[in-house]
């Protein structure tokens, strides 16, 4: 009765830590998608426009990252 006890217990974590690596990796592709989606729609805009933001082309990319991901690189 034990063993089935420690297998199950051990099949569960086992199960539980690939569910949180699945919703880890869910997590970094959608904070990825945001990234290159607000890096893309930035540099569509013309250099009036990003002008108008305060922005410069060389900006862009820390822009995205922290869009994304909450801090500037």
């Not at 540099?43 to 305060?54: K, P």
Request: proline share 0%; charged share 25%.
């Amino acid at each position: 009765m034990a063993y089935v006890t420690q297998f199950t217990t051990a099949h569960v974590r086992g199960e539980s830590r690939i569910m949180g690596l699945i919703a880890d990796l869910r997590d970094a592709w959608a904070r990825h998608r945001v990234y290159r989606n607000t890096l893309n729609e930035l540099q569509d805009l013309s250099v009036r426009e990003l002008d108008d933001l305060g922005l410069n082309r060389s900006m862009l990319k820390s822009v995205a990252h922290e869009a994304a991901y909450g801090s500037a690189k």
